[in-house]
């Protein structure tokens, strides 16, 4: 057997070791924020206010922090959107949204969970920019974004972590052209373990058993923003905003608690 040690971006899944209590980890899951210049970001405040009162073990962010309309490919090149949303402003739009949240996570004295973050397709737009213009390699980057100064831990586009036995991703990518698994029950019977998944407007949820007797759960949920999407219809854009707190996270079993919006809006929004 080979003892040559497989670089981080070939694995295909990443395995975080969190310490635990005994009855297992508190795990907070941030979906998709889509955050841009022109949007409301104060629930970023409210949220960090309120993991700053439950204090979790872990919390994980699902990517698409930063929705980047301003490299989007669904836009041709020089058109007058791309001309009107330029990178730097989408930088500094989620650098202070950012901010909002980290400042009230830095308040507490001794608490001090882990951040982990998976990066999103929008993220990626900045990747496959340079791919397409090398010329840009150096001037504008990832980096820009300054998510591990804010805290987090980084994961690359479509790369899984485990926490508590659960995987996390942006997606999670099913055939041979990757195509996103759109369905919990479909997350549950491909990849036979609890997995938690952003990247879609919607709150779908899916329960199974392992031979051990362990319970699998399968969540997807993408929308932690307040404002419509412009490529939604009003009836599309009526989707559920929120985010999870996971409670007694062990092997991979847990107890999923949602939390909207509206509802950190009621309690932190004077």
Known sequence: MSDKVIPPYLQPIRRMRVAA??????????????????VPINHWTWVGKYLATKKPDVIVNLGDFTDFPSISSYNARGSLQ?????????VDSSKRAMGLFVNEISKVPG???????????????????????????GIISLDDLK?????WKVFPFLQPIVV??????????SGIMGRPITTARALLSKLHMSVFAGHQ??????YGKRADGV???????????????????????????GMYLLHEANNGSFNEMALSI?????????
């Open 201 to 206: 407007q919607v709150r779908d949820i899916a």
């Open 262 to 270: 509206s509802y950190f809006q009621r309690r932190f929004g004077k």
């Open 111 to 137: 608490w001090n969970p882990e951040m982990y973050l998976t990066l999103g397709n929008h993220e990626h737009r900045v990747i496959r920019l340079i791919e397409d213009d090398p010329k840009l390699e």
């Open 215 to 241: 319970e699998m759960t399968a969540i997807i949920s993408g929308s932690f923003y307040q404002h419509a999407e412009e490529y939604l219809s009003p009836f599309t854009n009526n989707h559920w905003r």
């Open 21 to 38: 209590p005994p009855q297992g980890l508190r795990i907070a899951v941030i979906p998709d924020g889509q955050v841009h210049e022109g």
């Open 82 to 90: 791309l001309e009107g949303a330029r990178y730097k402003k989408d």
């Open 164 to 173: 508590g036995g659960i995987a996390f991703c942006h997606y999670f990518p």
């Open 147 to 151: 998510y591990e100064d804010a805290g």
